[in-house]
């Protein structure tokens, strides 16, 4: 009994202290997000005015103007590269789950794994090779496209996860209502898992929103605003870059307050995410 | 029994998942608004019998049908093994309910219901909320559903899914109807109503039911088959099989000695 209740105690002494050490490397874990916040919010609020959202930057030296430009140009690159990245996401994530396991999925499979782990300025240079140089010039269309690659594995491989989870039986119940599998698929199983492929989709955003390297020598920047598509055009990243390497104050404090908008819009989208996958549950 | 009778017949029936013989040369017929039971112990083939029965079994890979199943519709006897027979067309005549209630997920109980006649293209409101009101009544869900047909198939009670999946499976309009174990996942109460469905069901549809639950099929069906890897070893009508069975592995699976 005595040993017993020894052996009680040395358990929740180490019990205890496991859970210490848990708390503490967890704490760790989440500083550094918790300083980031706080030093964005601290040096970006600042700048945080109507102007910074509707006005073009100034020239050096000048005092005032905004990021319009780039607040525009991230949200044009953004639909370019959904318009491309999410049916082929979804073809693929769909190709993969549904074909029958052979050669052809198995190659698509290891090349949506690859694309992941492809790293995004190797991504750039690739629509550099293809887009830029073909066309003669940075361009809108050419940071899509980096973008839309960027986007096609995340997709892909979220929309395949969420189709693996639908049951063969769900399935085989729309066959056995005397529907060709092609109707069953795309109109009783996809709608149904609709907020999951959501999710993957709002994930994959958030991802692009912030990527830089793709866009640097693809979209390239431009301080004027939209020229068109077949332009150089500014994102959010690529500004934030070149104004916090400036020497100007009016710039480096117009770089703070955009990284601290595209943190909340990142942040915001990732909020949503979590949102409908709690609701799907 | 006239030829007309007859709903289903199967003739030296086989199935195969791979080299692995599991349904072997059955033959048997159902006449026309039977509730038939296919019993035996577990693995014994029932489920892989009746996927035979409309065109499903075909769909897993390496899955492999042999024999002959006539179905009786409008215009005569038809073999629907028959080179060229179109396995859509089949399964709109011979229904399922599977083991699992599976309504569609993110559909309403009002979408679950008019799925195969929507996406066959019948469009007209008027015609799918009849269908929707005649197909809840049939599976005796309606009174408790008519106020929230917009709600997700997949916020019911197992039991009221599984219903549910009956009424998706009338919907349609089959001569026959397959269950497979369909109250195996159920509480005593939903399998009680839905046995009692099963028995008005009757006068709509030919129905074959799988059950291991041997009380269930003494209950519901007026004949039985008994199954024994993947053989039939005997049928005929259910007072029978449960009171004089011929073959003594039947009397003693019944009498519970095994499975
Ligand atoms: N998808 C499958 N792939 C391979 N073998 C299977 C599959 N489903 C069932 N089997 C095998 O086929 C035999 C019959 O199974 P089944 O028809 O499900 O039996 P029952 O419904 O009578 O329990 C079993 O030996 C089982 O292991
Ligand atoms: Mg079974």
Redesign the pocket.
Known sequence: MKELSLRDGRRKVLNWSAITVLCVLSFLAITPLFFIFSYLAVRGAGGLSLAFFTELPKPVGEIGGGMANAIGGSLILLSIASSFGIPIGLACGVALSELKVGVTVRALRLSVDLLTSVPSIVIGLFAYAVVVVPMRGYSAWAGGFALSIVMIPIVARSTEEILRLVPSHVYEAGLALGLPRWKVLLRLIIPGVRAGVTTGILLASARVSGETAPLLFTAFSNSFGFRGLNQPIASLPVQIFTYATSHDDTWRQLAWTGALVLVFVVFLLNLVTRFLIRRRE | MTDSEISLRTEGLSAW??D?H??KSISLSVSRNDVYALI??????????I?CLNRLHEE?D??RVQGDVWISGDSGSENIYAPGSDPVAIRRQVGMVFQKPNPFPGLSIFDNVVAGLRLAGVKRRSVLEEVVETSLKHAALWTEVKDKLKKPGTSLSGGQQQRLCIARALAVRPKILLM??PTSALDPISTARIEELVMRLRSEVTVLI?T?NMQQAARISNQTAF?LM?ELVESGPTSRIFTKPKDTRTEQYITGRFG
């Open positions: 998942f791979g692995h599991v349904v035996g112990p577990s693995g014994c083939g029932k489920s892989t019998f996927r897993i390496g899955a497979d174990e799988v291991h199954f993947g």
